[in-house]
């Protein structure tokens, strides 16, 4: 047998792990968390696990408990497919990547490329190329910043694209076709800078993406560094097995 304290520290856990996937995945109507007796009841639970668990959520930001009226959700994540995300595949009619983010440009310049990008673009260090970062709004509230780092002859033709919507929107509307699309993720927590272009706290849990870009020669041309309020983001994927 475990340690009773050792026992209440993984039932706290089990249980903040169902409330927050039906948190972040909208399965509350209106927003509304159950009642504490309700939620008591609903997973076997003691007051003491149920509070401690809603306590989590709370210091993570995900819901909100005001005296005689309740918990409700405090944040709507957006959901996109990952091959959406790779934008490989034409968006859905109400996915985030079909003309719902508005990004606000922070640089968009010709820089020599840094070391560390050139190594993962495949060329020499100080190779001309094309920053463009920006922040990416969604109903007017930043969800990710991002630094891209583009190669010659793309850089060329992303120069004075306007940016309207999002990334896959401003290579289409420039005429760059890509081919494939590699994402590396990671977790981080939010330092002082991030902290500041995301409107979170610092020490916020963020979605680290780094992503290379092909195109249909095998080349990479893009790279880009993607910091995603991890609150605010949800990447969904399902794999489809055949049957032998």
């Not at 983010?101 to 495949?122: H, K, N």
């Not at 922040?135 to 190669?151: G, Q, R, S, W």
């Amino acid at each position: 047998m475990r340690p009773v304290s050792q026992q209440r520290v993984h039932e706290v856990r089990r249980l903040r792990d169902m409330l927050r996937g039906a948190v972040q995945g909208g399965h509350y109507p209106g927003g509304h968390l159950p009642s504490e007796a309700e939620l008591m009841a609903s997973h076997r639970a003691s007051r003491a696990t149920v509070r401690e668990a809603l306590a989590l959520l709370r210091a993570e930001g995900l819901i909100e408990r005001t005296q005689g009226i309740g918990t409700h959700t405090a944040v709507k994540p957006v959901k996109t497919s990952l091959p959406e995300a790779h934008g490989v595949i034409k968006p859905a009619r109400n996915s985030l990547l079909n003309q719902r983010m508005r990004p606000r440009e922070l640089d968009r310049s010709i820089v020599p490329a840094p070391a560390t990008v050139a190594g993962r673009l495949g060329v020499a260090a100080a190779t001309p190329c094309l920053r463009l970062e920006y922040l990416a709004l969604h109903d007017e509230e930043p969800i990710a910043v991002a630094t891209n780092y583009v190669l010659f002859p793309e850089a060329g033709l992303l120069l004075d694209t306007p940016f309207v919507s999002d990334w896959y929107r401003l290579l289409d509307d420039a005429g760059v076709e890509l081919s494939d699309s590699e994402f590396i993720f990671d977790g981080e927590l939010a330092d002082a800078p991030l902290a500041s272009v995301l409107a979170v706290r610092e020490g916020a849990p963020l979605i680290l993406m780094e992503q290379l870009i092909y195109d249909h020669a095998g080349r990479p041309f893009d790279l880009a560094f993607i910091h995603t309020r991890g609150e605010r983001f949800r990447f969904v994927s399902r794999g489809h097995k055949e049957l032998s």
